[in-house]
C-alpha cells in the first residue's frame, strides 16, 4: 500500500509497528475472566478474616470458660481441649485459604488433617459420654460409634501417609 514502509502490510486491526499490533484488544472473555478471579479473591480474604475471627473467638471463650467453669476439673479440661480442637479445625481451614490466595492449588492434605481432627473431637466427646452412667445399650451404641471413628481416623492417617509419599516422590521416578 502507498505510503506504507516496504515489507510491511497494515493489519486488519490498525497500524503495527514492527510486525506487531498495537491495537491489541483484551477479549471480553479475558476481562470477565480477570473480573471473576479478583471477586474470588475478595471474598477469601473476607473469609480468611471472618475465620480468623471466629477462630479467635473460640479460643479466647474456650480459656475463658475452662478457668471459670465451676463444673468439676475434669469436664472442664475435656471442653476445653474439645475447644482446642474446633480452634485447630477452624486454623487449618483458615491455612488452606491463606495456601489457595497465595497461587497454591487446593491439597488434599489440609482436609485429611481437618478430618482427623474432627474424628478426634468426637471421640472426646464420645468418651466423656461413656464416663456418665447409661443404659448398656446406649454404651454398646457410643462403643460402635468409637470403633468406627477410631477406624476412620486409621484410614484417613493411611490417607495422608500416601498423600504425603506421592507428593515426595520425584516425576522422573
Given at each position: ?10 493489519s486488519p486491526s490498525g497500524p503495527t509497528d514492527a510486525g506487531v499490533d498495537v491495537h491489541t484488544e ?148
Amino acid at each position: 500500500m502507498a505510503g506504507e514502509p516496504e515489507g510491511e502490510a497494515a493489519s486488519p486491526s490498525g497500524p503495527t509497528d514492527a510486525g506487531v499490533d498495537v491495537h491489541t484488544e483484551v477479549p471480553p472473555d479475558s476481562m470477565m475472566l480477570r473480573l471473576l478471579v479478583t471477586v474470588e479473591h475478595a471474598l477469601l480474604y473476607i473469609v480468611s478474616l471472618v475465620l480468623l475471627v471466629i477462630g479467635a473467638m473460640v479460643l479466647v471463650v474456650s480459656i475463658v470458660t475452662t478457668f471459670t467453669s465451676r463444673e468439676p476439673w475434669l469436664e472442664r479440661l475435656i471442653d476445653g481441649l474439645e475447644a482446642l480442637l474446633l480452634f485447630l479445625i477452624i486454623m487449618e481451614i483458615f491455612v488452606t485459604v491463606l495456601h489457595h490466595l497465595r497461587g497454591g492449588g487446593i491439597q488434599i492434605e489440609f482436609f485429611i488433617v481437618i478430618g482427623i481432627i474432627a474424628l478426634v473431637r468426637h471421640i472426646l466427646s464420645i468418651v466423656v459420654r461413656l464416663a456418665v452412667p447409661e443404659t448398656h445399650l446406649q454404651s454398646q451404641r457410643e462403643l460402635l460409634e468409637l470403633t468406627v471413628d477410631a477406624a476412620a481416623i486409621f484410614l484417613l492417617v493411611a490417607a495422608l501417609a500416601v498423600a504425603r509419599w506421592t507428593g515426595r516422590r520425584s516425576p522422573a521416578a
